[in-house]
């Protein structure tokens, strides 16, 4: 089930009695947990009727008991169990989850952990309720995600900016959330395009030095902008570390000699194989002219030697901020 039919049902009162949300990416499984709090029941009815207990903290039994209650003066009532995980007795809720009681939505938050589905009281819980997934993104993934939130909340940001915020944050949607809504306050409601530039004013984030302005900058064999952009980045090694630079640019060079052996180069097949946004399809062709497949594969074995040296292979003990210096003297001058 999806995030959508999840929340769609939940809508409809289509109530069910056991909600097993699980999963390694927690922004879905807090939305739907706070979704059902929050709308299930009323005000009035969540003071007798809704409980939150912990995993640390609790047990199965103590979960049985809450659960089999009856609601008073309300139809339903709510027992959320947070960090689920952590119960030591979880398997032996498989009585409960075999019998559930139907007027009560019990909702289990089991995060950054996965359930072994071979066993029977996972089997038991997706049977006689909802199992609910939640898959941390690929890091590709991310730029679109981005864009896509900001579509529901009535605002277009540039792909730029949007690749500026996935290098920024990562694939932690709660802080990527968190930061959007950050920027829709800041420019306010007559700007609903967002910008590189006000990712940079209101987020911090330079739209000039990052790993997406090096790989535009190598990818034109831009001598100046790229050892100028190095330069900081040896100077910021704890924003722009020598790991995440090496990892950026392996995948960059990787793309380009995939491109090479491609027998459709038409814009959206590039786009689908690179799963890349398609406005971002030209660079990548224009930097393809520039380096050779052999150059390529040159330059991917460089990047994993320079790897090897910043974790100290061989005793190497040249500062990271040299190490990516010399990397990309070499890379400009292969």
Do not use: C
Request: proline share 3%.
């Amino acid at each position: 089930m999806t995030y959508e039919q999840l929340i769609g049902d939940l809508k409809t009162k289509a109530y069910r009695p056991l909600y097993f949300l699980h999963g390694d990416e927690p922004y879905y499984i807090d939305l739907v947990t706070d979704y059902i709090t929050k709308n299930v029941l009323t005000e009035a009815e969540q003071s007798f009727n809704q409980t939150i207990v912990y995993g640390k903290e609790s047990n199965a039994g103590e979960v049985t008991n809450l659960a089999r209650r009856f609601p008073m003066m309300a139809s339903h009532q709510v027992v959320v169990v947070r960090e689920a995980q952590e119960l030591k007795d979880f398997e032996t809720l498989i009585h409960y989850f075999e019998h559930p009681q139907p007027s009560t939505l019990l909702v289990i938050n089991y995060k950054y952990k996965s359930p072994d589905k071979r066993k029977k009281v996972f089997k038991v819980l997706e049977k006689n309720g909802v199992s609910f997934q939640s898959k941390k993104l690929y890091d590709n993934q991310v730029p679109g995600w981005i864009s896509g939130y900001a579509s529901s909340r009535k605002y277009r940001i540039e792909p730029k900016a949007a690749a500026l915020l996935a290098e920024f944050l990562g694939s932690d949607l709660s802080r990527i959330a968190n930061e959007i809504e950050k920027l829709i306050i800041a420019i306010g409601e007559h700007e609903r395009n967002i910008t590189p530039v006000h990712v940079e004013e209101n987020i911090g984030i330079s739209k000039d030095y990052n790993q997406f302005e090096l790989q535009n900058a190598l990818g034109k064999r831009d001598v100046l902008k790229a050892n100028r952009i190095i330069n900081y980045f040896a100077r910021n090694q704890k924003n722009h570390h020598i790991t995440q630079t090496i990892s950026s640019l392996y995948y960059f060079y990787s793309k380009l000699l995939l491109i090479h052996y491609m027998k459709d180069r038409s814009k959206q097949n590039v786009a689908a194989t690179l799963k890349v946004n398609p406005f971002f399809v030209k660079d990548y062709e224009a930097a393809v002219r520039r380096y050779s497949a052999g150059k390529l594969v040159e330059i991917i074995s460089l990047l994993r030697t320079y790897d090897m040296r910043s974790k100290g292979y061989n005793g190497n003990t040249t500062l990271a901020g040299e190490l990516l210096r010399e990397l990309i003297f070499k890379i400009l001058h292969l």
